[in-house]
Protein backbone atom coordinates (compact mmCIF):
# COMPACT_ATOMS: atom_id res chain seq x y z
CA UNK A 1 0.00 0.00 0.00
CA UNK A 2 1.14 3.60 -0.80
CA UNK A 3 1.38 5.58 2.01
CA UNK A 4 2.99 8.79 3.26
CA UNK A 5 2.48 9.74 7.40
CA UNK A 6 3.38 12.85 8.48
CA UNK A 7 4.29 12.64 12.79
CA UNK A 8 6.28 15.56 15.08
CA UNK A 9 2.97 18.44 15.16
CA UNK A 10 2.18 19.73 18.37
CA UNK A 11 1.67 22.91 20.47
CA UNK A 12 4.60 25.47 20.78
CA UNK A 13 5.09 29.11 21.15
CA UNK A 14 5.99 31.65 19.15
CA UNK A 15 9.93 31.84 18.63
CA UNK A 16 9.98 27.89 19.33
CA UNK A 17 11.11 25.17 17.10
CA UNK A 18 9.62 21.57 15.96
CA UNK A 19 10.36 18.95 13.07
CA UNK A 20 8.25 17.05 11.30
CA UNK A 21 8.45 13.57 9.85
CA UNK A 22 7.52 12.46 6.81
CA UNK A 23 7.56 8.62 6.78
CA UNK A 24 7.03 6.90 3.13
CA UNK A 25 6.10 3.12 2.48
CA UNK A 26 4.74 0.55 -0.42
CA UNK A 27 6.63 3.14 -3.43
CA UNK A 28 10.69 3.49 -4.63
CA UNK A 29 11.58 6.66 -2.47
CA UNK A 30 14.12 7.66 -3.45
CA UNK A 31 12.57 8.35 -6.79
CA UNK A 32 9.64 10.64 -5.63
CA UNK A 33 9.99 14.69 -5.22
CA UNK A 34 8.65 15.07 -1.51
CA UNK A 35 6.59 18.68 -0.64
CA UNK A 36 5.29 19.85 2.34
CA UNK A 37 2.24 21.70 2.27
CA UNK A 38 -0.12 23.33 4.92
CA UNK A 39 -3.41 24.74 5.47
CA UNK A 40 -5.23 26.61 7.77
CA UNK A 41 -8.49 26.85 8.62
CA UNK A 42 -10.32 29.19 6.22
CA UNK A 43 -7.82 29.25 3.70
CA UNK A 44 -5.94 27.44 0.73
CA UNK A 45 -3.58 24.79 1.15
CA UNK A 46 -0.18 26.38 0.26
CA UNK A 47 3.15 24.57 -0.80
CA UNK A 48 5.83 25.50 2.01
CA UNK A 49 9.08 23.42 0.74
CA UNK A 50 10.18 20.53 -1.39
CA UNK A 51 13.06 18.54 -2.50
CA UNK A 52 13.78 16.58 -5.47
CA UNK A 53 14.44 12.73 -6.02
CA UNK A 54 17.32 13.35 -7.92
CA UNK A 55 20.12 15.92 -6.52
CA UNK A 56 18.08 16.80 -3.26
CA UNK A 57 17.70 20.30 -3.98
CA UNK A 58 15.04 22.53 -2.52
CA UNK A 59 12.51 25.23 -2.93
CA UNK A 60 10.90 27.32 0.15
CA UNK A 61 7.97 29.49 0.01
CA UNK A 62 9.49 32.95 0.72
CA UNK A 63 7.34 33.04 4.32
CA UNK A 64 9.00 30.41 5.68
CA UNK A 65 12.76 30.88 3.77
CA UNK A 66 15.67 31.06 6.37
CA UNK A 67 13.11 29.37 9.35
CA UNK A 68 12.50 26.01 7.73
CA UNK A 69 14.80 23.45 6.24
CA UNK A 70 13.88 20.13 4.15
CA UNK A 71 16.03 17.08 4.02
CA UNK A 72 15.60 13.89 3.50
CA UNK A 73 17.24 10.22 4.46
CA UNK A 74 16.33 7.92 1.61
CA UNK A 75 17.76 5.02 3.83
CA UNK A 76 15.10 5.36 6.17
CA UNK A 77 12.74 6.07 3.47
CA UNK A 78 11.49 9.59 5.68
CA UNK A 79 11.24 13.50 4.85
CA UNK A 80 12.26 16.07 7.57
CA UNK A 81 11.00 19.57 7.87
CA UNK A 82 12.74 21.66 10.67
CA UNK A 83 10.81 24.53 11.66
CA UNK A 84 12.60 27.49 13.83
CA UNK A 85 11.37 30.72 14.61
CA UNK A 86 7.48 29.80 14.60
CA UNK A 87 5.02 32.20 14.21
CA UNK A 88 1.31 32.13 15.32
CA UNK A 89 0.80 32.31 11.59
CA UNK A 90 2.69 29.07 10.69
CA UNK A 91 -0.37 27.31 12.54
CA UNK A 92 -1.96 24.91 9.68
CA UNK A 93 -2.20 21.22 9.61
CA UNK A 94 0.78 20.35 7.71
CA UNK A 95 0.76 17.86 4.99
CA UNK A 96 3.82 15.43 2.57
CA UNK A 97 3.10 14.99 -0.40
CA UNK A 98 5.02 12.48 -3.20
CA UNK A 99 5.83 12.80 -6.82
CA UNK A 100 7.52 10.68 -9.51
CA UNK A 101 7.55 13.49 -11.89
CA UNK A 102 9.62 16.22 -12.38
CA UNK A 103 8.53 19.54 -11.32
CA UNK A 104 9.78 23.16 -12.85
CA UNK A 105 9.39 26.58 -11.72
CA UNK A 106 6.54 27.11 -9.46
CA UNK A 107 4.89 23.71 -9.87
CA UNK A 108 6.35 22.04 -7.00
CA UNK A 109 3.87 24.29 -4.66
CA UNK A 110 0.61 23.43 -7.27
CA UNK A 111 -1.64 20.41 -5.32
CA UNK A 112 -1.99 18.67 -9.07
CA UNK A 113 1.79 17.75 -8.82
CA UNK A 114 1.60 15.38 -6.20
CA UNK A 115 -0.66 12.16 -6.63
CA UNK A 116 0.82 10.80 -2.87
CA UNK A 117 -0.86 12.60 -0.07
CA UNK A 118 -0.54 11.93 3.77
CA UNK A 119 -3.32 12.90 6.14
CA UNK A 120 -1.95 15.44 8.10
CA UNK A 121 0.05 16.54 11.41
CA UNK A 122 -1.59 19.82 13.35
CA UNK A 123 0.98 22.58 14.19
CA UNK A 124 -0.32 25.05 16.27
CA UNK A 125 1.92 28.09 17.37
CA UNK A 126 0.56 30.41 20.04
CA UNK A 127 1.53 33.89 20.77
Known amino acids: EVQLVESGGGFVQAGGSLRLACAAS????????IGWFRQAPGKEREGVSY????????VYADSVKGRFTISRDNAKNTVYLQMNSLKAEDTAVYYC????????????????????WGKGTQVTVSS
Open 26 to 33: GFTFNAYG
Open 97 to 116: AATPFKVYGSSWSRRTSYPV
Open 51 to 58: ISSSDGST
